[in-house]
């Protein structure tokens, strides 16, 4: 349930996206933490939000995101120029996923982290330093 608390902040805090990469080059879930940010953070869409979530969000996170999708992003929070860092693999109770690291400018021009956990595909959660720093920092240390 600790998880899915973090989404909600997450998900009311975070919007936005550019990037210069192509998806050639990135993984399944390096794309779909760019579709994330693009489609659902900086969306004013709720329709689009809807659709993502749907699709795309971890069966066990889905009424969290539903109920923030039901909400278009505010400017604010949006995050811009939007990359990836990296990912890793991990495991935590004998689940296996993928954590992705993405940078960004919010509109006030402050550099932005954001890490995403996966699991079978899907998007799980999200973490910044601003709403969880100690969970953030632990799992930001796993990127070199």
């Given amino acids: 349930m600790e998880k899915f608390a973090y989404a909600v902040i997450l998900a009311l805090l ?3 996206c550019s990037s210069e990469q ?8 390096e794309q779909l933490a760019l579709q994330y940010v693009e489609q659902f953070q900086n969306s004013k869409d709720v329709e689009v939000k809807k659709k993502f979530v749907e699709e795309h969000i971890y069966t066990d996170a889905k009424p969290i995101f539903t109920l923030v999708a039901s909400t278009p992003s505010k ?3 949006a995050l811009n120029d939007v990359s990836i860092v ?3 693999d991990y495991e935590k109770d004998g689940e296996k ?14 550099d932005v982290e ?10 799980v959660w999200g973490y910044t330093e601003a709403d969880d720093k100690a969970t ?5 240390m796993e990127f070199k």
């Fill in 114 to 123: 954001e890490i995403f956990l996966f699991s079978d595909g899907k998007l």
């Fill in 22 to 29: 192509t998806s050639k080059s990135l993984s399944v879930e």
């Fill in 97 to 110: 996923g993928k954590s992705v690291l993405v940078r960004g400018k919010k509109s006030n021009g402050e």
């Fill in 14 to 16: 975070l919007a936005g």
């Fill in 136 to 140: 953030f920092d632990k799992l930001r």
């Fill in 86 to 88: 990296g990912s890793v």
């Fill in 75 to 77: 400017d604010s929070v």
